[in-house]
């Protein structure tokens, strides 16, 4: 690791996540570059950010040199090759599908350099499920941004049995360079920290739904007034996407054959009406 100072960084998937990983990054002062397969979606993301930076120095957030230099720090490319020939760090930000992921770290082996460290942003799949592809495991390493990244400062930075020591100092700096602070998971495990505390809550709410108690209002309400927490478990799905705690259930259950990792009745209605929360408009809320 020595003598490869992290400033080139290259982003894989434009959607929410990562356009915002991808932003947040450019506005430390790294070089990004943001890839998807998708043109579709690196359009959006593009038009994300030529919108956030004018409102960001509208509102007295950001000068304009700030706004400017964050632009031209940040290119967008359809090209994976393209994105990741130079990159010090990758961060992948792609659906949650292990296989998907083992074959993106595959292709990233062999089109980065070898010093390039390689993180997933994935909330759950941990890296040991991903190291073994390619050639460098000792700088394959989960870092964990919170949605939405921009704004949220925690990331969980979560060391495989194969991870370096460097690998992992050099991201919990790279994580500080940008803003945010770093918490360091020693060991691995399902869920990491935030996510296992947060499904407890999440799988009993779904569960008092399921079983007609309490309507998904009733239920928010009661955690933001009583818990006080920011937003209830049924706007936080439809923030971080229905569709996404469909499929992180569903990836569990096939794993571990347990039948209380199976999407409920209500997720799994949700998911085929594909009512995924505020990126199609509708959820248990409607945008």
């Known amino acids: 690791m020595e003598g490869h100072k992290i400033q080139k960084i290259c982003i894989v998937g434009a959607g929410n996540m990562g356009h915002q990983i991808a932003l947040s990054a450019a506005l430390a002062g790294f070089e990004v570059k943001c890839t998807d397969v998708n043109e579709e979606v690196l359009e959006k993301a593009e038009q994300f950010v030529t919108t956030y930076l004018p409102e960001r120095v509208a509102k007295g957030k950001l000068s304009q040199a700030q706004a400017d230099a964050a632009g031209a720090n940040l290119a967008f490319t359809k090209n994976l090759a393209e994105a990741a020939c130079d990159a010090d760090l990758v961060i992948e930000a792609v659906i949650e599908r292990l296989e998907i992921k083992r074959k993106l770290f595959a292709d990233l082996d062999r089109l980065c350099p070898p010093h390039t460290i390689l993180t997933t942003n994935s909330s759950y799949i941990i890296s040991s499920k991903i190291a073994d592809v390619t050639g460098r495991p000792d700088k394959v390493c989960n870092l964990h ?81 009583a818990l006080g927490h920011p937003m209830g478990p049924f706007r936080l799905m439809d923030l971080t996407g229905i569709d996404l705690t469909y499929i992180v259930g569903l990836e569990r259950f096939q794993e571990t054959g347990d039948p209380a990792f199976r999407p409920s009745p209500t997720i799994t209605e949700k998911f085929i009406k594909k009512e995924w929360g505020r990126k199609t408009g509708k959820g248990f809320y409607e945008y």
Do not use: W
Request: aromatic share 6%; glycine share 4%.
């Open 145 to 225: 941004f919170f949605n939405p990244a921009l704004v949220m400062k925690l990331v969980e930075v979560v060391k495989g049995p194969h991870t370096a020591e460097e690998t992992v100092q050099t991201l919990m700096d790279v994580c500080v360079s940008m803003g945010k602070t770093p918490v360091l998971l020693k060991k691995e495990i399902y869920g990491f920290l935030v996510n296992r505390m947060l499904t407890a809550i999440k799988n009993e709410a779904i569960y008092l739904v399921d079983m007609g108690i309490a309507s998904p209002e009733e239920i928010d309400t009661a955690v933001t007034l």
